[in-house]
């Protein structure tokens, strides 16, 4: 039976066809298949680190872990102590949507910053600092930004650039929660590592499962003295997969032949043309030009309601009605058509 086009997460696609044969062949292929040493030591892991490596920069440190959450939280945990402070963005995923994870595994204070992009700016982010040095207060230590940010917006890379310029000016670091990079980079038309080593950054969380994969996320360290304490806080925090070579062999997938790059344009062709398809509509304001894979829309409640009783996605703003449309590598061309033409026609019933 066909399923209902879905536009609440990319999270919700399934796995890319390419990741699903690699996890197989890591299984029972001729070449990395059957028994192999657990814990990262396997030559699939090794491989894996070194394509990361090579796609990253020759200073990249890269260590698996199962979620997203994980991948921002033990990042972070590298480069705070509990009297440390993060400046995030007030829209930021670690202080909306990883249930105070952060600030319970960390010990150390969020300290959020509003914004009307979802973006940080040194001139946002200047006036934390009036306490430094002040042992009454909680210590910014590091910036966490995302790329793309929650509200779909992008940082352009000497933005990314003038923010690493300032943490380490400031004696702080700069931390990127790479969960969408691939849609960013693909975006922008840059490598991955054009978006982010090069830029200055200390720290990625580099996402796989928004973007094909069936589980698995890389932190990425650009300074050698993260990585060497790592190891420790990736086992003590329950992040130390034994069969390891199962993310491993997801993420050589995603880099190969730049699948990644193909998952995440399609994901942002699908969002541009459903803004497309819901232009000029009765009834449905677009909030911004989708500059990733989401589209953000003001409509009545009672469409709203309508909608989601047939078709999944999200309320983001309840108090101004506002919904987000979600696409993915899965999402297809008529998928968007018959969900826009949904959309339309309930907005034009009203």
């Known amino acids: 039976m066909p399923h209902a086009p879905c536009f609440a997460s990319d999270n919700y696609a399934g796995v890319h066809p390419a990741i699903m044969a690699a996890l197989a062949a890591a299984n029972s292929g001729p070449e990395y298949g059957g028994p192999a040493k657990a814990y990262g030591a396997d030559a699939l892991t090794q491989a894996a680190r070194q394509r990361i490596i090579e796609e990253l920069g020759h200073n990249a440190e890269p260590f698996f872990v199962f979620l997203g959450t994980a991948a921002n939280v033990l990042a972070l945990a590298a480069m ?47 006036p934390h600092l009036a306490h430094l040095g002040n042992e009454h207060h909680n210590q910014p230590r ?20 003038a923010l690493a310029d300032f943490a380490h000016e400031n004696g702080m670091y700069l931390h990127m929660d790479g969960a969408r990079l691939g849609n960013a980079a693909a975006a922008l038309g840059l490598t991955l590592r054009q978006a982010s080593s090069d830029l200055g950054i ?11 994969l069936m589980f698995g996320e890389a932190v990425v360290f650009f300074r050698p003295e993260f990585a060497a304490e790592f190891p420790y806080i990736r086992k003590q925090a329950m992040q130390l997969c034994s069969k390891m070579r199962f993310i491993a062999a997801q993420f050589l997938a995603l880099l190969e032949g730049g699948l990644w790059r193909e998952n995440a344009a399609n994901a942002n062709a699908m969002a541009r043309l459903l803004a497309e398809r819901l232009a000029g509509a ?49 999402t297809t061309p008529d998928e968007v058509d018959v969900f826009a033409a949904a959309v339309r026609a309930e907005a034009l019933a009203g």
């Open 202 to 212: 200390d720290a990625l969380s580099f996402g796989g499962t928004k973007n094909g």
């Open 80 to 126: 705070t102590r509990p009297h440390h402070a993060v400046l995030c963005a007030e829209t930021a995923h670690i202080n909306v949507d990883e249930c105070g994870a952060p600030e319970k595994h960390l010990g150390a204070k969020l300290f959020t910053v509003p914004t009307p992009d979802g973006k940080l700016t040194p001139e946002l982010l200047r």
């Open 282 to 330: 009765p009834g449905v304001a677009i909030e911004q030009k989708p500059q990733t894979n989401a589209v953000f829309a003001q409509l009545a409640p009672a469409v709203i309601e309508r909608l989601q009783a047939r078709f999944s996605f999200y309320t983001w703003d309840y108090e101004r009605n506002v919904v987000r449309f979600m696409t993915s590598f899965a």
């Open 142 to 161: 590091a910036i966490s930004i995302a790329q793309a940010t929650e509200l779909g917006t992008l940082y352009r890379p000497d933005e990314v650039r």
